[in-house]
């Protein structure tokens, strides 16, 4: 009874959970693509793009998808054969308790109309994964603790997940062997099964059972002459056969009976079975009803992560389906890390300490922005500087086991902070190019707008009242900032020029327009001229120090060794650095 009730409240909670869980899908949004689309919008998009994909030759797609990278894992065994091996006997053993046991009301007793968990081949595949989950926890925590090279820090869902499974399958073991060499429970067994026994079949029964089966039965110790076995082999037979297989099969309990059998009576009296039934139906209950709540939930996004990536694309799908797309792939992040072994700017980690620079510690900041939780100008800065870090490469989105489209991902959550009005200086450094190459998914009247905010936060740092007026919060004052350029011998250099324009004819953005001056303002010799000058008003309002492109063709034929390239990246950082990132 109590059972029963307890594995009902689970599943009320498991299925209230998930349909809160599917409901968030169409309810948040994390990119540019959602905004404007209801609810009711999202869902009726959804239902046509799963119609006509089943209709389609798609169809074909997801098949080999959930064979090869659901059920096979052929992305994680390709990419770290390890991992996959680890996978497997978590994410298999796993699956097989779940569907097999635990909700064994509800699939294997349906399945199979005989079925009891003492059967075979029930009682074998029970400890079969137990025992695999159990060697995929040690591997897992061998990988994160003892392999060398970067590892994803454990937070506190990985730490809930690998706690909670390994409560689960050792009590279930312990219990198993517990229950095998438990007196208590023969007895128990002895009174519900057998119909008006008297004690001569109770001895045989019992003789046989602590001869084959290795219970413990008080004063009852073997040898046993044959013809007690015998008889004992006829009652089980006629009473146990059909729902008690040897426990031998079990064989991770039988294990363990072994080692408790010496001292089975004071165990048993001390109610060693009763405690570990109680933990492990109670960890197995709050394990499955949070698993809608907890990092488990991948076991259900990320094979629907991966079957949805391979049969949509952004160009052609519906813009509501993308924007539910990526909600489920922020549940299907398993926090492996390999995107981040593969990062082209990880290593920037060691001198920015934001763990969002790192694409896998991104996606709990991501999750914390698509649900409208109401962060702080700094949280969102801190987020903004690790996407806007990202140079686009995408070498994290191909190793991504369960199929996330990390760079779109970036992509849309960028677009999406932008327009809270924050200003961003790499919005107008080289890093924007994916930006600009990707311009038409983005509404027009929006595009310009960050950019335009950028400049100005940037320009009104600058301005000839601020520069006369040493005093003010940001100023450094003409004298100051002169200093600060001349501080270095690579800034100091801007004295040695004199006007050949050299550089700016050898610049690649200059000679991209008919009429440089007019679109990035003072050429690159001129800004060195203005440096001269002090004239940082019309330095810093001058595209040409943000167009650059860090190319170097300038300093590398400048015939007076001017270090013109490095003079503009002091100057774009002095720049950067009085940004004041609070106001708009």
């Given at each position: 009874?109590?059972?029963?009730?307890?594995?009902?409240?689970?599943?009320?909670?498991?299925?209230?959970?998930?349909?809160?869980?599917?409901?968030?899908?169409?309810?948040?949004?994390?990119?540019?693509?959602?905004?404007?689309?209801?609810?009711?919008?999202?869902?009726?998009?959804?239902?046509?793009?799963?119609?006509?994909?089943?209709?389609s030759r798609k169809i074909l797609t997801l098949f080999r998808v959930f064979i090869l990278d659901v059920?096979?894992?052929?992305?994680?065994?390709?990419?770290?054969?390890?991992?996959?091996?680890?996978?497997?006997?978590?994410?298999?053993?796993?699956?097989?308790?779940?569907?097999?046991?635990?909700?064994?009301?509800?699939?294997?007793?349906?399945?199979?109309?005989?079925?009891?968990?003492?059967?075979?081949?029930?009682?074998?595949?029970?400890?079969?994964?137990?025992?695999?989950?159990?060697?995929?926890?040690?591997?897992?925590?061998?990988?994160?603790?003892?392999?060398?090279?970067?590892?994803?820090?454990?937070?506190?869902m990985d730490l809930y997940a690998l706690l909670i499974l390994a409560i689960i399958m050792t009590s279930?073991?312990?219990?198993?062997?517990?229950?095998?060499?438990?007196?208590?429970?023969?007895?128990?067994?002895?009174?519900?099964?057998?119909?008006?026994?008297?004690?001569?079949?109770?001895?045989?029964?019992?003789?046989?059972?602590?001869?084959?089966?290795?219970?413990?039965?008080?004063?009852?110790?073997?040898?046993?002459?044959?013809?007690?076995?015998?008889?004992?082999?006829?009652?089980?037979?006629?009473?146990?056969?059909?729902?008690?297989?040897?426990?031998?099969?079990?064989?991770?309990?039988?294990?363990?009976?072994?080692?408790?059998?010496?001292?089975?009576?004071?165990?048993?009296?001390?109610?060693?079975?009763?405690?570990?039934?109680?933990?492990?139906?109670?960890?197995?209950?709050?394990?499955?009803?949070?698993?809608?709540?907890?990092?488990?939930?991948?076991?259900?996004?990320?094979?629907?992560?991966?079957?949805?990536?391979?049969?949509?694309?952004?160009?052609?799908?519906?813009?509501?389906?993308?924007?539910?797309?990526?909600?489920?792939?922020?549940?299907?992040?398993?926090?492996?890390?390999?995107?981040?072994?593969?990062?082209?700017?990880?290593?920037?980690?060691?001198?920015?300490?934001?763990?969002?620079?790192?694409?896998?510690?991104?996606?709990?900041?991501?999750?914390?922005?698509?649900?409208?939780?109401?962060?702080?100008?700094?949280?969102?800065?801190?987020?903004?500087?690790?996407?806007?870090?990202?140079?686009?490469?995408?070498?994290?989105?191909?190793?991504?086991?369960?199929?996330?489209?990390?760079?779109?991902?970036?992509?849309?959550?960028?677009?999406?902070?932008?327009?809270?009005?924050?200003?961003?200086?790499?919005?107008?450094?080289?890093?924007?190019?994916?930006?600009?190459?990707?311009?038409?998914?983005?509404?027009?009247?929006?595009?310009?707008?960050?950019?335009?905010?950028?400049?100005?936060?940037?320009?009104?740092?600058?301005?000839?009242?601020?520069?006369?007026?040493?005093?003010?919060?940001?100023?450094?004052?003409?004298?100051?900032?002169?200093?600060?350029?001349?501080?270095?011998?690579?800034?100091?250099?801007?004295?040695?020029?004199?006007?050949?324009?050299?550089?700016?004819?050898?610049?690649?953005?200059?000679?991209?327009?008919?009429?440089?001056?007019?679109?990035?303002?003072?050429?690159?010799?001129?800004?060195?001229?203005?440096?001269?000058?002090?004239?940082?008003?019309?330095?810093?309002?001058?595209?040409?120090?943000?167009?650059?492109?860090?190319?170097?063709?300038?300093?590398?034929?400048?015939?007076?060794?001017?270090?013109?390239?490095?003079?503009?990246?002091?100057?774009?950082?002095?720049?950067?650095?009085?940004?004041?990132?609070?106001?708009?």
């Amino acid at each position: 009874m109590l059972y029963s009730l307890s594995l009902y409240i689970s599943l009320t909670i498991f299925f209230l959970g998930l349909l809160y869980k599917v409901s968030t899908w169409f309810r948040y949004s994390i990119g540019i693509e959602g905004s404007g689309i209801s609810t009711s919008g999202r869902l009726l998009a959804a239902a046509h793009g799963i119609v006509t994909t089943l209709l389609s030759r798609k169809i074909l797609t997801l098949f080999r998808v959930f064979i090869l990278d659901v059920l096979l894992q052929a992305r994680t065994f390709r990419e770290d054969f390890y991992r996959w091996l680890m996978h497997m006997f978590i994410y298999g053993g796993f699956m097989l308790l779940l569907l097999m046991h635990a909700l064994s009301k509800f699939t294997t007793a349906v399945l199979f109309s005989d079925y009891y968990s003492t059967l075979n081949p029930f009682l074998f595949l029970r400890d079969f994964g137990a025992l695999a989950v159990i060697l995929g926890l040690f591997l897992a925590m061998f990988r994160r603790h003892f392999r060398k090279g970067w590892r994803p820090a454990t937070n506190a869902m990985d730490l809930y997940a690998l706690l909670i499974l390994a409560i689960i399958m050792t009590s279930g073991i312990l219990l198993e062997g517990a229950k095998t060499v438990s007196p208590s429970a023969f007895q128990g067994m002895v009174q519900e099964y057998l119909t008006q026994p008297d004690e001569e079949e109770i001895r045989a029964l019992s003789s046989y059972w602590v001869e084959e089966y290795g219970a413990v039965v008080p004063h009852l110790k073997g040898p046993f002459d044959s013809k007690t076995l015998e008889e004992g082999r006829k009652i089980h037979e006629i009473n146990c056969m059909q729902c008690h297989s040897n426990p031998k099969w079990g064989f991770a309990g039988y294990a363990v009976s072994r080692i408790m059998k010496p001292v089975a009576e004071e165990l048993d009296q001390a109610g060693l079975p009763s405690l570990l039934w109680h933990m492990h139906f109670l960890a197995s209950f709050i394990g499955l009803a949070l698993i809608p709540f907890s990092k488990m939930f991948h076991i259900f996004a990320s094979p629907l992560s991966l079957m949805v990536n391979a049969v949509m694309d952004r160009s052609t799908s519906a813009p509501a389906n993308i924007a539910t797309k990526q909600i489920i792939e922020l549940d299907a992040c398993t926090h492996c890390g390999t995107c981040t072994l593969r990062c082209s700017v990880a290593v920037v980690f060691g001198e920015i300490p934001n763990v969002n620079i790192l694409p896998s510690e991104k996606i709990a900041s991501l999750k914390a922005l698509a649900s409208g939780r109401n962060l702080s100008s700094d949280q969102i800065q801190i987020i903004q500087q690790g996407l806007f870090l990202c140079t686009n490469c995408n070498r994290c989105t191909p190793v991504c086991p369960v199929g996330i489209e990390l760079r779109d991902l970036w992509a849309s959550t960028r677009e999406r902070l932008l327009q809270k009005s924050l200003p961003e200086s790499m919005l107008l450094s080289p890093l924007s190019l994916y930006r600009g190459l990707t311009r038409e998914l983005i509404d027009q009247t929006q595009y310009r707008i960050p950019l335009d905010l950028t400049k100005k936060a940037l320009t009104s740092c600058y301005s000839q009242t601020e520069e006369r007026n040493p005093s003010l919060p940001h100023g450094l004052g003409e004298q100051a900032l002169f200093s600060t350029l001349k501080a270095s011998i690579q800034a100091n250099s801007f004295s040695l020029c004199y006007g050949c324009t050299t550089c700016s004819n050898s610049c690649p953005v200059v000679r991209n327009y008919g009429k440089p001056g007019d679109v990035v303002g003072l050429m690159p010799h001129q800004l060195m001229h203005a440096i001269a000058l002090r004239q940082w008003d019309m330095i810093f309002e001058s595209m040409m120090l943000w167009y650059c492109l860090g190319c170097y063709q300038c300093q590398e034929n400048c015939p007076q060794k001017v270090q013109i390239a490095d003079i503009l990246y002091e100057l774009k950082n002095v720049a950067v650095s009085r940004i004041d990132k609070k106001s708009p």
